[in-house]
């Protein structure tokens, strides 16, 4: 078969942006107007390829009837010395809004995340979920069953945090960037002193 390269394309960047939700097959026939054959059959072919090419460090998987790009198992080690050797480095103002927000919103969606800081917020739930700071607590209910993101025990652990009502009050007249700021203001310092110790 003559694949569809042009096709092929944009599924690599559909699949790219959509990040650790996934994409349903319907949307994807949606936004690339293909036919349901032609896009069964180019998404197969991709996976196929993905995973039998050896130079490829990602592949195409299907979770919850969504399809995604995963990094394979086979390098899992080298992907552990990195996020060992970052683990110690400040986390970022993107990664501090996020964490921030999912700690008063709980449990919340990526999407949420995102509508929230009016930008994409892929990268910074990465990073915090490799930092453990941040893990999967379910499915969120209706189309998609989105991944719903919360606040882990080793957070709890570096914010000095016994519970979450530590966390502290946000003032009611403030808006949601301001409770961003107020979390961060009280907690970058004490971030920074935690990792620094265990440095």
């Known amino acids: ?47 196929r390829a993905y995973k039998e090419d050896a130079s490829r460090g990602i592949e195409v998987v299907v979770l919850a009837n969504h399809y995604q790009f995963v990094t394979k198992r086979e390098n ?49 739930v990465h990073t915090l979920v ?3 700071l941040l893990k999967e607590v379910g499915r969120a209910e209706g189309t998609g069953r989105a991944i719903l993101y919360g606040t882990t025990p080793e957070f709890m652990q570096v914010f000095g945090l016994s519970s979450l009502e530590d966390l502290p009050p946000l003032p009611e007249h403030e808006s949601e960037e301001d409770d961003t700021d107020l979390f961060m203001s009280k907690f970058q310092e004490q971030f920074e002193l935690e990792t620094s110790e265990k440095g």
Not at 27 to 47: G, I, N, R, V, Y
Request: charged content about 25%; aromatic content about 6%.
């Open 130 to 132: 490799a930092r453990v």
């Open 1 to 47: 078969m003559k694949w569809n390269l042009n096709l092929i394309s944009q599924l690599e960047s559909l699949l790219f942006i959509a990040g650790d939700e996934g994409i349903s097959f319907s949307k994807l026939c949606t936004f690339t107007q293909a036919s349901s054959t032609d896009l069964k059959e180019h998404l197969d072919h991709m996976q």
């Open 76 to 124: 899992a080690e080298v992907i552990e010395r990195m996020i060992e050797t970052t683990q110690a480095t400040a986390l970022s103002q993107a990664a501090m809004e996020v964490l921030a927000i999912v700690a008063y919103k709980q449990p919340i969606t990526r999407v949420e995340i995102d509508e929230i800081r009016g930008v994409k917020s892929d990268s910074a």
